[in-house]
């Protein structure tokens, strides 16, 4: 059934998505192409200006506009009238949950690779990308300087903190909506008051924790290898954490608390 409810759910939202991602990559094309030819004076010089003001928006559309509308679908989807009928499917709240959230993480993906790859075609050429091939391999370069045999390390690392922070947001996000149901009345101002107080708290926590495992390691956090090797598998842990615990309270609502009224 997730399946089913995955199929739904990335057509549902890839009809307005998927404009919005093209339009990007067909602006930078064009970009690249009213950049390249020296026609545009005169009274014409406003075209290349009023291009490049089109393709930044485009680019702001393609990560906020993703990010917003995906909230917006997970509360109108299920918290208001139409939550009448997705909780009445024969599939249980988790799996209602896990679409959203896959769904989200699809295509905040897309977004990033679809900026990625625009910017790809409107600077490219075989000299820059030489150049980021150089710099790429000055990257590495440094990191084995500083990390030694555990470079690869840090940089899985890195990636596994960046996804585990994603999953963490989104759902923060979730849990806060799911919280702001409880109340009466207000339910939207409950969730925007639901997150700032756990995000609030969940920093604070987080600061403490990590003052007290930086008095405790003490002097082995001081060199700059040691540090990555702290941070990030300490990132990643507290995120799976916060993501299980947000994940749990969102379907325990869901299951349990349920009011649509």
């Not at 890839?14 to 950049?35: A, F």
């Not at 708290?201 to 060199?223: K, P, R, Y």
Request: proline fraction near 3%; charged fraction near 10%; aromatic fraction near 14%.
């Amino acid at each position: 059934m997730l399946r089913k409810l995955l199929k739904h759910e990335l057509y549902a939202t890839g009809k307005y998505l998927l404009p919005i991602y093209g339009i990007t990559l067909i602006l930078s094309l064009v970009n690249r192409l009213v950049i390249n030819v020296d026609i545009f004076n005169g009274a014409l010089n406003f075209i290349p200006v009023f291009m490049m003001i089109a393709y930044v928006i485009s680019i702001i559309a393609s990560l906020f506009v993703t990010f917003i509308f995906m909230i917006v679908r997970f509360y109108k989807n299920l918290m208001s009238d139409e939550g009448y009928l997705m909780f009445t499917l024969p599939v249980k709240p988790t799996q209602l949950v896990n679409s959203k959230l896959i769904t989200s993480i699809i295509w905040t993906i897309v977004s990033v690779i679809t900026i990625c790859l625009s910017l790809l075609l409107l600077i490219a050429t075989p000299e820059r990308l030489n150049d980021f091939k150089n710099a790429l391999d000055e990257i590495f370069y440094v990191f084995k300087a500083s990390f030694g045999k555990t470079y690869a390390l840090v940089i899985i690392e890195f990636i596994l903190m960046i996804i585990s922070s994603l999953f963490q947001s989104i759902l923060l996000i979730y849990v806060s909506i799911a919280v702001g149901h409880l109340f009466n009345g207000h339910r939207v101002l409950g969730s925007f008051v639901a997150y700032f107080v756990i995000s609030t708290a969940v920093q604070i926590l987080i600061t403490l924790l990590l003052l007290i495992v930086a008095s405790i390691s003490g002097s082995n956090i001081e060199t700059m290898e040691a540090i990555p090797h702290m941070v990030f598998p300490f990132s990643i842990i507290v995120s799976l954490l916060l993501s299980t615990a947000y994940y749990s309270a969102t379907s325990y609502i869901f299951s349990r608390k349920l009011n649509l009224e």
